[in-house]
């Protein structure tokens, strides 16, 4: 029997049922599909892992930008003040979800050299456990930047960083020489030809941020290969992407396949809710009352964007439609025990009104959903890939380009269609996050744009040179004397 680990419950008869009996030789020598979707069935479900859950990858990309804060409410979040931190760009090597954030990607990585260890003569496995890789590493190069490059070569327990520049190469190589040995049917929930592509894309769009130099003739080219494939289309109801069965989704390329009880850890609604929101979906367990969107983020929406359905917003109700009310409402809170999500947030902290701010909205909440959704959580979509296009056009010239990509996108939403005059970057950025919200694509296009180190609300100015890279954390420098610290920490 292999020793292979999984943790999506689907696929544990697939691998009794298969590889009972069956050595690496004979899996180099099959033609049988299954062999090779049971083998990196391990590397997924690493992928898929904690992605969607607090106080990891997701939640310091989402937290440090001013889509959304997690504001104190007393004791209730203080946390050790990380996420007030977090959101000030006052954090520090030792915060505990830039470990989990490093964790949970060289975990992944660390399986997929394994497995490529153990099958090296298996080229459709290979090629797609490289590119799968290569994914992880782009999260990396954009979090991290200068960090370990540890392949199924490496040796040694103590790695050492690599520069962006190297990450870079790393990560492109990896995707050009295994991108054509990838399927070109239309999967989402593994990769194919068209995801290597959107990795591409969104490598060569942060290229003059990785590298210092642009590539934006690259990342349109790549853009255009989903594009032109004819395999994906924008869905009508933009909020079918992203419901609890979005299997089915034509816009959606690659998605994290979750499931509330073969795959879990995609926890939003205890993340976002108000505790008495339990009652408005029947969920199985209370909510947390954490995450809000920023007031000046969500007054970035038209009311006639219907993007703008993304945030849970005023008066709540349980599900018979009785009116929801907190017990427990602050004196101070203007609209008193009645429970209403507002805009405005009194304060981060320390005393945060317990139902300030509105909440994300953007997926589907199942009535009687567990702590974990079973959405499929999209990667890499359709919307994106165009306003990738768009956006490359645009920063080379080519005003008539970008136009028709990127009011494809805006017209989906209702909205009236750019102009040469209207489109700028700047509203292109502003774009970019009515589309993308809760999709942990803020931060790095306010990198891209420019915007990372201006002031918001209940944040200074900070240093955009320092900061648009997260330390390395500092539970990693203990352990590997090997490693550098990024500059400025």
């Given at each position: 029997?292999?020793?292979l680990v ?25 033609t049988?599909?299954n062999?090779?979707n049971?083998?990196?069935a391990?590397?997924y479900?690493r ?13 310091i990309?989402?937290v440090?930008s ?5 504001p ?5 979040w203080?946390d050790?003040g ?11 090597a030792?915060?505990?979800s830039f ?13 997929i050299n394994n ?6 003569n298996v ?18 190069i954009?979090?991290?930047g200068n ?21 870079f ?6 995707i ?7 399927s070109?049917?239309a ?5 194919n030809?068209?995801s290597?592509?959107a990795i591409?894309a969104?490598l060569?769009?942060n290229?003059?941020?990785y ?9 349109e080219?790549?853009a ?5 494939s004819?395999k ?16 089915g ?17 995609f926890?939003l ?11 408005t ?7 947390w009352n954490g ?8 007054n ?14 005023g008066?709540?109700?349980a599900a018979?439609g009785?009116?929801l ?10 609209d ?13 902290a320390?005393?945060a ?12 909440f ?8 079973s959405?499929d959580?999209?990667?890499f ?20 380009v ?9 017209t989906?939403?209702g ?27 803020r ?5 891209r ?9 209940e944040?200074?100015?900070?240093n ?20 550098k ?5």
């Amino acid at each position: 029997m292999l020793p292979l680990v999984f943790a999506m419950g689907a696929c544990q008869e697939l691998e009794q049922d298969v590889l009972d009996g069956v050595t690496a030789e004979d899996i180099a020598k099959s033609t049988n599909p299954n062999l090779i979707n049971v083998l990196k069935a391990s590397a997924y479900a690493r992928i898929v892992g904690s992605w969607g859950g607090h106080n990891s990858i997701w939640s310091i990309q989402e937290v440090s930008s001013d889509e959304m804060a997690i504001p104190q409410k007393g004791a209730d979040w203080e946390d050790g003040g990380q996420w007030l931190r977090m959101h000030r760009h006052t954090w520090n090597a030792s915060e505990e979800s830039f470990n989990n954030s490093w964790a949970y990607c060289y975990s992944a990585v660390g399986e997929i050299n394994n497995l490529l260890v153990q099958y090296p003569n298996v080229p459709a496995l290979n090629a797609e456990l490289k590119v799968l890789r290569a994914l992880v590493y782009l999260w990396l190069i954009d979090s991290f930047g200068n960090v370990p490059i540890i392949d199924e070569t490496s040796t040694g327990a103590s790695p050492t960083n690599k520069s962006r520049a190297e990450v870079f190469a790393f990560i492109e190589k990896s995707i050009k020489d295994n991108a054509n040995l990838l399927s070109k049917d239309a999967s989402k929930s593994t990769l194919n030809y068209y995801s290597a592509h959107a990795i591409l894309a969104k490598l060569y769009l942060n290229a003059q941020v990785y590298t210092g130099t642009a590539r934006w003739a690259d990342a349109e080219a790549a853009a255009d290969v989903i594009i032109n494939s004819g395999k994906y289309s924008l869905s009508s109801n933009f909020f079918s992407n992203f419901s609890e069965r979005n299997g089915g989704s034509t816009e959606n390329i690659l998605t994290l396949p979750y499931d509330e009880n073969n795959a879990g850890g995609f926890n939003l609604p205890q993340m976002t809710l108000h505790y008495s929101s339990q009652a408005t979906y029947n969920l199985q367990a209370q909510p947390w009352n954490g995450y809000a969107s920023l007031e000046e983020f969500y007054n970035t929406f038209d009311n006639a964007d219907a993007r703008k359905k993304s945030f849970l917003v005023g008066p709540q109700f349980a599900a018979d439609g009785t009116r929801l009310k907190d017990i427990s409402a602050e004196a101070g809170d203007p609209d008193g025990q009645a429970l209403t999500f507002t805009p405005a947030i009194n304060m981060l902290a320390p005393n945060a009104f317990r139902q300030a701010g509105v909440r994300v909205g953007k997926f589907e909440f199942a009535s009687g959903a567990g702590p974990s959704l079973s959405n499929d959580y999209p990667l890499f979509r359709l919307g994106e890939i165009i306003l990738t296009k768009g956006e490359a056009a645009l920063r080379q010239g080519k005003t008539s380009v970008a136009l028709a990509a990127v009011n494809q996108v805006r017209t989906r939403a209702g909205m009236p269609a750019y102009t040469s005059t209207t489109l700028t970057l700047d509203e292109l950025y502003n774009e970019r996050g009515r589309e993308m919200f809760a999709e942990a694509s803020r931060r790095t296009d306010a990198i891209r744009f420019g915007k990372w180190g201006q002031p918001w609300w209940e944040k200074s100015a900070s240093n955009a040179t320092v900061r648009s890279l997260f330390p390395i954390p500092q539970n990693q420098l203990n352990a590997n004397p090997a490693l550098k610290q990024n500059p400025g920490y």
